[in-house]
């Protein structure tokens, strides 16, 4: 007898997000987009040529910026759709008990959801490398895809890990503030850390986004990937992992 193969419990998860995307494909394709447009727009090509800083490795301002803006691209995309997404499945549609109550493990829900986030991030940084390759011609490597990887899993499972935590539209709100928007502007993505005050410098590294950055720029710039950065977002990985396998845990009890 043929024994039918039998899918991973993830695979569910990872599939309702398919098909959110292919029923609103262009409306996410248009939003991707934007954001990061308005950071080259207004940062590379229209403040970064004004203001004469001295950059790291005697790089160009674009040249420093354009890893940046895929880092954040990265960062805003898989974290706020994940925690929305998780937001509205847990108190409003309820869609959410329906994966807890089939037999599916807490560590497959949180798979199947830190894959789904991480997804929408490949996405989004997709899209914006094909426009940032219009205006300044990048050099890929392997090396930088790897990286990319690295990165979009990184900031998914952070983002699985608040989505768990939220239950008020007021908590993500309060998400928003607290944490997104000074990561996204603290984090050497849009300025060198090192312009940052001295006070603030050694914070900052706190921040996910940062190592994530470095890595990105690094790998871009053919400089070599520094194991060190590597280790470090495997570590804030291992963390988030920890904490939302935690909180899937305590809903059990």
């Given at each position: 007898m043929n024994r039918i193969p039998v899918l991973p419990a993830w695979l569910p998860i990872v599939w309702e997000e398919l098909i959110t995307?292919?029923?609103?494909?262009?409306?996410?394709?248009?939003?991707?987009?934007?954001?990061?447009l308005i950071f080259l727009l207004s940062f590379g090509m229209g403040v970064g040529q004004r203001i004469k800083m001295i950059m790291p490795h005697g790089m160009?301002?674009?040249?420093?910026?354009?890893?940046?803006?895929?880092?954040l691209a990265l960062f805003n995309n898989g974290m706020t759709s994940v925690m929305t997404r998780m937001y509205y499945s847990r108190i409003h549609f309820k869609s959410f008990e329906s994966y807890?109550?089939?037999?599916?493990?807490?560590?497959?829900i949180w798979l199947g959801y830190t894959l789904g986030g991480m997804m929408r991030g490949l996405l989004s940084g997709l899209?914006?490398?094909?426009?940032?390759?219009?205006?300044?011609?990048?050099?890929?490597?392997?090396?930088?895809?790897g990286a990319v990887l690295l990165t979009a899993f990184c900031f998914a499972a952070f983002a699985v890990m608040l989505g768990l935590l939220i239950r008020t539209f007021?908590?993500?709100?309060?998400?928003?503030?607290?944490?997104?928007?000074?990561?996204?502007?603290?984090?050497?993505t849009l300025i060198p850390v090192q312009r940052l005050p001295e006070?603030?410098?050694?914070?900052?590294?706190?921040?996910?986004?940062?190592?994530?950055?470095?890595?990105?720029?690094?790998?871009?710039?053919?400089?070599?990937?520094?194991?060190?950065?590597?280790?470090?977002?495997?570590?804030?990985?291992?963390?988030?992992?920890?904490l939302g396998l935690y909180r899937l845990n305590k809903m059990d009890a």
């Open positions: 995307w292919r029923n609103k494909f262009w409306m996410y394709i248009v939003s991707y987009m934007l954001s990061p160009s301002y674009l040249e420093f910026l354009v890893p940046g803006v895929v880092a807890r109550l089939a037999p599916a493990g807490n560590l497959s899209i914006v490398l094909i426009v940032i390759n219009f205006i300044a011609p990048l050099r890929l490597s392997p090396a930088f895809f007021d908590d993500q709100a309060l998400i928003n503030e607290l944490i997104l928007v000074p990561v996204t502007y603290l984090s050497g006070l603030l410098q050694p914070v900052v590294w706190c921040f996910p986004l940062t190592p994530a950055a470095q890595l990105l720029r690094s790998a871009l710039a053919g400089t070599g990937v520094s194991i060190n950065l590597v280790l470090l977002l495997v570590g804030w990985i291992a963390l988030f992992f920890l």
